[in-house]
């Protein structure tokens, strides 16, 4: 399992009420200092903050909801996605953006999920990296939450090695 699959994992262990969300940020951070030890769900289990049933029980759940491999659009539609989780509807549509904020510069990057731009933020007058869903992403749900719950995760740690997240919001059309 990869890095950003384990801090999905901790994620998910928040979600399913496993941990507390305010121990989270720090105990990921503190187990980055050493990731390739030991895997996040056993770190956890060491500091106590899973039991082995939960460790378990976690394991198999992120193996349910997140395959290893990509899913293509299709598949993405005809599976169920109703148990992953709850975070879309719930947080998404309650986050507010103000459009004119952030003037996008050039494209920088594009990944799996998201378009990296090099944008100005009004507000601090300075440049960014503005990152937004893909516009073949949008729309689709479980996109659209792995997108959200990247950036919350991201946005509570503190680590040299990750670009911090200031601000979170919906775009117009509705998409993060």
């Not at 879309?88 to 996008?104: C, G, L, M, P, W």
């Not at 920088?108 to 937004?132: E, I, M, N, P, T």
Request: glycine letters at 8%; hydrophobic letters at 35%.
């Amino acid at each position: 399992m990869n890095i950003a699959d384990e801090v999905a994992l901790g994620f998910l262990a928040v979600d399913r009420g496993f941990i507390d969300p305010r121990k989270i940020g720090g105990a990921i951070c503190k187990w980055l200092e050493n990731a390739p030890e030991r895997s996040l769900c056993d770190y956890f289990s060491e500091l106590g903050f899973l039991s082995t049933n939960q460790a378990r029980d976690l394991q198999g759940d992120f193996e349910t909801l997140i395959p290893e491999t990509p899913v293509s659009a299709d598949a993405s539609q005809t599976q169920d996605w109703s148990k992953a989780s709850s975070f879309h509807e719930s947080k998404s549509r309650e986050i507010a953006n103000d459009n004119t904020r952030f003037h996008i510069l050039k494209q920088h990057a594009k990944g799996g999920l998201g378009v990296v731009y090099v944008a100005h933020d009004s507000q601090l007058q300075r440049d960014v990296a503005f990152k937004q869903i893909r516009a073949d992403r949008e729309r689709d749900t479980l996109s659209e939450t792995k997108f959200l719950l990247e950036a919350e995760i991201t946005g509570q740690l503190e680590h040299p090695g990750i670009v911090p997240v200031y601000a979170l919001g919906i775009d117009s059309a509705g998409n993060p």
